[in-house]
């Protein structure tokens, strides 16, 4: 894998067990990178690895919760008992909730979202900050749903709005280390967190998304690697939007 862009380069994906995750951890992979594959479910992490290590990529996988002090600590020290140490975090794992109006959210749901898609975002960030090389760089998984709202989403989007704020407060904090830290904000991608069926193939050549928002895992780890690269040296604090125009005009207007 001589001169490729992650030559040499160790990096960490949560949520890599299936849907962005694995799409970012094959092609990180592919790219040279040895990458540590961290998810909640441990066989979809181990599969993860088997299809990196089929292709000829290094991969060690590792069955963590976001929400837990002790599993992100975890993560971050199997980069380092396997690999060395680390250069970079797709900090991608979160979870959806079941689509209800705000006044059915009850206290315990709001508060498992937020445990998982921002205080375990929230602890992986400070641990990239603290471990990442210089150099290095870190990408949050958070939502289109972070930039607006979403009625049938309230502690969701309340979530990834929060995962946009922690994002640009401690971008200042990453730059005086030689680090960056940025968000991605996927609008409707074809994963099994959605319901929705997902390819385990890598394809050639991207084929363009459905106008109405239809993208694929793949769509969303490119736009991650970038951010994850030095060709984003420039980029740090944002949050780019990757919803196939999803949230760029009024829908169609029937009957008009």
């Known amino acids: 894998m001589s001169g490729t862009p992650f030559e040499g380069k160790v990096a960490l994906v949560t949520g890599g067990g299936s849907g962005i995750g694995r799409a970012a951890s094959r092609r990180l992979a592919a790219e040279g990178a040895a990458v540590v594959v961290a998810d909640l479910n441990g066989e979809g992490a181990a599969a993860t690895v088997a299809l990196v290590e089929q292709a000829g990529g290094r991969a060690v996988a590792v069955t963590a919760d976001i ?9 971050y020290d199997a980069a380092a008992e396997a690999f060395g140490g680390i250069d970079l975090a797709f900090l991608n794992a979160g979870m959806l909730q079941p689509y209800i109006p705000f006044d059915q959210v009850t206290t315990a749901l709001f508060d498992k979202i937020i445990s998982v898609n921002l205080r375990g975002s929230f602890l992986g960030m ?50 005086a280390k030689g680090l960056r830290v940025n968000a991605i904000c996927p ?12 390819d385990d193939a890598i394809a050639d050549e991207l084929t363009d998304p459905d106008y109405r928002g239809g993208l694929s895992a793949q769509h969303i780890a490119e736009v991650a690697l970038f951010l994850l690269s030095r060709r984003a040296a420039g980029v ?21």
């Not at 870190?138 to 709202?149: D, M, Q």
């Not at 609008?187 to 099994?192: D, E, I, R, S, Y």
């Open 67 to 75: 929400s837990s002090e002790a599993d992100n600590a975890a993560m």
């Open 236 to 256: 740090n604090g944002q949050a780019q939007l990757v919803d196939a125009a999803l949230l760029s005009s009024f829908p169609p207007l029937e009957g008009l």
């Open 187 to 198: 609008g409707m991608v074809l994963t099994p967190m959605n319901g929705l069926q997902q």
């Open 126 to 175: 400070q641990l990239a900050l603290a471990r990442l090389r210089p150099g290095g760089a870190c990408v949050v998984t958070a939502s289109a749903a972070g930039l607006i709202g979403f009625s049938e989403a309230a502690a969701y989007a309340t979530s990834k709005h929060g995962l946009v704020g922690l994002v640009r407060s401690a971008a200042r904090a990453f730059a």
